[in-house]
């Protein structure tokens, strides 16, 4: 079955950067667009970016555009997040999440998300 | 962009029917799909409508989805509440580059 298991989360101080990985199993990584969502404490879930399944297009939230970037190394199954500049609002549990087979545009499946604290 | 509105939370009986609404600011309500996730406590949401309406396998036919272009918006209705459907519920629909998410609504089966 599908499997998305993230990492790379921690502390870090503002203006610094960190990268998320996220392996993945299970499913034929090299042919789905995939998700970085994001859920601060206590708060709802927040769309982050898409990257299509050759990594040809890349598309980002507003409020991260330029500051992260998306990328994916399909030979070792594994989707990054890039994150710079970060900032205490950026403060959150990131999930990575599979599409569903025909919309793209939403999720099917999650993995178990990892937290990323930004704080002096 | 636009945003997609949820009430922060409901609240309603064992045995009874709720219904929560996802009211989208801009463009219309029909032009792409609307998704609906549960999200129970620490854990990762689950798809429980899919396509406006559609139901994945293994949710109850206790739940159920609809779209009003009246009132541009979007409903997931839950009837023969359980406790068990106790959880955050978020709606979701795209456009060309985006994804949007509601802010969620807190579901209490009280």
């Known amino acids: 079955q599908v499997q998305l298991e993230e990492s790379g989360g921690g502390v870090v101080q503002p203006g610094r950067s960190l990268r998320l990985s996220c392996a993945a199993s299970g499913f034929t990584f090299s042919s789905y667009g995939m998700h970085w969502v994001r859920q601060a404490p206590g708060k709802g879930l927040e769309w982050v970016a898409l990257?299509?399944?050759?990594?040809?297009?890349?598309y980002y939230a507003d409020s991260v555009k330029g500051r992260f970037t998306i990328s994916r190394d399909n030979s070792k199954n594994t989707l990054y997040l890039q994150m710079n500049s970060l900032k205490p609002e950026d403060t959150a549990v990131y999930y990575c999440?599979?599409?569903?087979?025909?919309?793209?545009?939403?999720?099917?499946?999650w993995g178990q998300g990892t937290l990323v604290t930004v704080s002096s | 962009n636009f945003m997609l509105t949820q009430p922060h939370s409901v609240s309603e009986s064992p045995g009874k029917t709720v219904t929560i609404s996802c009211t989208r600011s801009s463009g219309s309500i029909a032009s792409n799909y609307v998704q609906w996730y549960q999200q129970r406590p620490g854990s990762a949401p689950s798809t429980v409508i899919y396509e406006d309406n559609q139901r994945p396998s293994g949710v109850p036919d206790r739940f159920s989805g609809s779209i009003d272009s009246s009132s541009n918006s979007a409903s997931l209705t839950i009837s023969g509440l359980k406790t068990e459907d106790e959880a955050d519920y978020y709606c979701?629909?795209?456009?060309?580059?985006?994804?949007?998410f509601g802010g969620g609504t807190q579901l209490t089966v009280l």
């Open positions: 999440a599979k599409p569903t087979t025909v919309l793209l545009w939403f999720a099917e499946s």
């Open positions: 979701q629909s795209y456009d060309s580059s985006n994804a949007v």
């Open positions: 990257i299509l399944y050759d990594g040809s297009y890349k």
